[in-house]
């Protein structure tokens, strides 16, 4: 990771735009996103080099810069301390230059989330949603999923690394499953479930391909993720070049090409497309543990964060699954990191140890 004062705005390096937080007055959400986007990555790479005096000192710059820095700064810190985390390890550099960079506005408090007791309605809807949670588990502990194809697949909370006999590496996400076809004349994976991270051996004779339902990922050697939903796949690239395809197996048509720090969206089945820039950093953070949510919807974090769940989430009716959530949280704390994301928006998860939560709307 490039580390030095640049670093958190280096998905728009060469890009031609403007940073968001660089534009005038009437833009003042895209200022605060952009921020939050910078404190993100800074906290990142403060884990990652917590010994580095160059990093600190130009951290310290970029925090100093703009009292919009400092609130977004602690946001991220509490955001990831809620989130399952051990107490903000860098809180002091904040804190220390909290008046030189002029007054902040606070950022909200931000605390775990405890079930009300005593609640008549609230009781009603969450013995409704577990009525049917019960109803839903035995559903599917009788109809389990069926990756017998799989041969590359890892387990519940599992981050698996694998070797292909290519000279590549693999890395999957938890609750992932792979199948692998790689011969002297084609290098092709296919993702039936989950998540992965692929580094690939350069080979221009044989391009290697990543089939994720009806899209496909074709690159000589680059390092990129790539992650089949139940309703869309995501496609970030953190070095190289990949070309993206999509629809029929037949008239695969050409979608992108994306380069370091392109990430895509494609809607599954229409073939609609989203393409962004992200931070390299932010890029299969699942790797170190991490899950950074971008206006994400609650309905897409449960189903990012039930492979770390031992049992099943189940979202109770009530307009909540399509509430947004940003942030940084820790996948080792699954049902806290939910919690977490949960709390701007006054929802409770409700919880049977390691069989079952259900997310309420209050």
């Known amino acids: 990771m490039q580390q030095n004062e640049d670093a958190?705005?280096?998905a728009h390096r060469g890009t031609g735009k403007r940073d968001p937080e660089e534009t005038s007055s009437g833009h003042g959400e895209d200022r605060l996103d952009a921020a939050l986007d910078a404190a993100t990555d800074w906290l990142l790479q403060l884990r990652a080099s917590p010994d580095d005096?160059?990093?600190h000192k130009a951290f310290t710059r970029w925090l100093t810069a703009s009292e919009l820095h400092g609130a977004a700064f602690r946001r991220a810190e509490k955001v990831w301390q809620v989130s399952g985390a051990a107490t903000p390890a860098f809180s002091g550099l904040w804190e220390n230059h909290a008046d030189t960079a002029g007054s902040t506005t606070p950022a909200a408090t931000v605390t775990p989330l405890r079930p009300h007791r005593g609640h008549p309605v609230r009781r009603a809807v969450f013995a409704g949603a577990l009525a049917a949670c019960i109803a839903l588990i035995v559903f599917?502990?009788?109809a389990p999923p069926d990756y017998a194809d799989a041969d590359?697949?890892?387990?519940?909370a599992e981050v698996a690394q694998y070797d292909l006999s290519d000279g590549s590496q693999v890395?999957?996400?938890a609750g992932s499953a792979l199948k692998t076809t790689l011969t002297e004349q084609m290098r092709q994976v296919t993702i039936l479930a989950g998540e992965?991270?692929?580094?690939?051996?350069?080979?221009?004779?044989r391009p290697f391909r990543v089939v994720a339902g009806d899209t496909v990922v074709t690159v000589t050697g680059t390092e990129f993720g790539t992650r089949l939903a139940d309703k869309t796949v995501t496609v970030e690239v953190e070095g190289g070049r990949v070309k993206v395809a999509s629809g029929a197996a037949s008239q695969k048509k050409p979608v992108a090409t994306l380069t370091r720090g392109d990430r895509l969206f494609l809607e599954r089945g229409t073939g609609e497309a989203m393409r962004t820039e992200v931070p390299v950093s932010h890029i299969a953070a699942w790797r170190r543990g991490l899950l950074i949510a971008d206006k994400e919807s609650i309905r897409d974090l449960v189903?990012?964060?039930?492979?770390?769940?031992?049992?099943?989430i189940f979202l109770a009716p009530g307009g909540v699954a399509d509430k947004r959530v940003s942030g940084v949280f820790d996948l080792s704390n699954p049902i806290e990191a939910l919690r977490a994301a949960l709390h701007p928006h006054g929802a409770s998860v409700h919880e049977i140890p390691s069989l079952l939560a259900?997310?309420?709307p209050g």
């Open 171 to 173: 890395t999957l996400n």
């Open 8 to 10: 958190p705005r280096r």
């Open 140 to 142: 599917i502990a009788a």
């Open 53 to 55: 005096a160059g990093l």
């Open 152 to 156: 590359l697949s890892s387990g519940v």
């Open 358 to 360: 259900v997310v309420t």
């Open 303 to 312: 189903e990012r964060i039930e492979p770390y769940y031992p049992g099943r």
């Open 196 to 205: 992965a991270y692929f580094a690939v051996q350069s080979d221009p004779k």
